[in-house]
T-cell receptor, first 113, second 113 residues
């Protein structure tokens, strides 16, 4: 089955700097890659996703890139703010398989003011 | 506007008890999922269902079973709770058509003593 690895496990950045989280996946058939943000004590929320027919997608201060050949994808957060502090999860799936997502281990991001 | 509701936020059960975790969604989603969340391990899929009365094993089904008698309700059952099942349990649902990712419930933190 699919295996998703996520790095780093923790990330501390100064407010205003950029943060990058990287994930690799094992199954070349995976074609859907969402990112979730989980604030302390809250449920994970979808923040951005990308499909394999697209190499990059941007939404305000967040962007995702996908390299299908290398089987890795990344989340980029620019101009970080304290409210970006959270745990971020990447995931991968084949959309035909009932949308079953395989998640990475998570990255705890701390933005220091 | 809570869309995925988990019946309990916190539960404490004794070793050997049979435990029921309930999840209800009001979005008419076809797919429903149970994950457990442990620090450093991300979210691991226990079981999922893509239709009423249908169920599929995830990555860690041992010690668990599920029931989906109605489209909106997906129950996770711990047949005989053990201390290594102490965890945060997250229910999620998704539409088979829209493919917009998951909507998560708030989670149930289960402690087995």
């Amino acid at each position: 089955g699919e295996n998703v690895e996520q790095h780093p496990s923790t990330l501390s950045v100064q407010e205003g700097d950029s943060a990058v989280i990287k994930c690799t996946y094992s199954d070349s058939a995976s074609n859907y890659f969402p990112w979730y943000k989980q604030e302390l004590g809250k449920r994970p929320q979808l923040i951005i996703d990308i499909r394999s027919n697209v190499g990059e997608k941007k939404d305000q201060r967040i962007a995702v890139t996908l390299n299908k050949t290398a089987k890795h994808f990344s989340l980029h957060i620019t101009e970080t703010q304290p409210e970006d502090s959270a745990v971020y999860f990447c995931a991968a799936s084949m959309e035909a398989a009932g949308n079953k997502l395989t998640f990475g281990g998570g990255t705890r991001v701390l933005v220091k003011p | 506007d809570v869309k995925v509701t988990q019946s309990s936020r916190y539960l404490v059960k004794r070793t050997g008890e049979k435990v029921f975790l309930e999840c209800v969604q009001d979005m008419d989603h076809e797919n429903m999922f149970w994950y457990r969340q442990d620090p450093g391990l991300g979210l691991r899929l226990i079981y999922f269902s893509y239709d009423v009365k249908m169920k599929e094993k995830g990555d860690i089904p041992e010690g668990y079973s599920v029931s989906r008698e109605k489209k909106e309700r997906f129950s996770l059952i711990l047949e005989s709770a053990s201390t290594n099942q102490t965890s945060m349990y997250l229910c999620a649902s998704s539409s088979g058509q829209a493919r917009r990712g998951y909507t998560f419930g708030s989670g149930t933190r289960l402690t087995v003593v």
